[in-house]
């Protein structure tokens, strides 16, 4: 068996101890004679799977107990309808546009209500987050809506914007787990999972109490309705049991490793030596303002096409995978999720000055 060090934006990277726990149990969960994926969603068994998972993600994140936890289908891109249907009471919603998957949520908002973009950073290819201290928020806004970290463009939040009491939703997909958050900042924070946590198929959505009712936008499908998960348990209809189940060992995983304050140490100190190491390079240049840098996502180019893909060449080559740049952006891009081990992120930047220095 031989492991690349995988680079992907998503799906993604995943610890190898939980790769290694799931195919122990692959023929046989703990004595019951069969896989997690063909166990019924009703059974005892997957209900205490689904129970720790939900018990350990509020230990990790430090969910107040009025916020609710579901685990949906249909990934982020269905949330971007599901936010608009379930909380548009007044039809007015105000998104902050920081790249392509902001830009996807206000788009579908629109098609349910008025959406105001009050604040974009597409005049310089998204590679800023915008001063977001004193927006003209709308006085009817029902929510402010944004992308926290920018997994295309390698931008994050370093302070959440000032909603001026609205609100605020938050699509963590990205930065989901990678550090600690303040929930209680939040109405709603939700990502797809396949980016930092565990197996595509899966979004995971916290919500406070009180926005989960029945007062939802005409014609929401039961299915998209908050209320129908939360009244459910998130087992309205056949869950993602296999996502459950697998990113239940990621949160114990967490758990085990120091929790979010150690991972968000470990992931600063990778972050910052592929930083360092793009701030002092002659050739490859980072693509994002400094005060804007994704810990998780880190966009670079050479400025010229042909190096960059004789990079991604060489480096895949090299037993480093999917380092190339989003089809929209070009360049390359190092996605170093939690489970990008440190050592990863190190043959990187040593791959990366010696390439430097035989094409220059
Ligand atoms: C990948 C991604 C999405 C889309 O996720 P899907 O689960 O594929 O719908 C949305 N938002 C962000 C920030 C993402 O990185």
Redesign the pocket.
Known sequence: MSRVYNFS??PAVLPEEVLKEAAEEMMDYRGCGMSVMEMSHRSKMFQTIIDEAEADIRMLMNIPDNYKVLFLQG????QFAAVPMNLMKNGVADYIQTGQ?AKKAAQEAKNYGKVNIVASSEDKTYSYIPDCSDLPISEDADYVYI?E???IYGTKYKTLPNTKGKLLVS?V??SFLSEPIDVTKYGVVY??V??NVGP?GL?IDIIREDLITDDVLPGTPTMLKWKTQADNGSLYNTPNCWGIYICGKVFKWLLNNGGLEAMQKKNIEKAQILYDFLDQSKLFKGTVEKDSRSIMNVPFVTGNDELDAKFVAESKAAGMENLKGHRTVGGMRASIYNAMPKAGVERLVEFMADFEKKNS
Do not use: E, F
């Not at 990934?75 to 269905?78: M, T």
């Open positions: 934006a998503g990934g982020a891109s269905q998957w992308c970290n920018n997994t699509d997909s990205s990502g797809g396949q980016k595509a979004v």
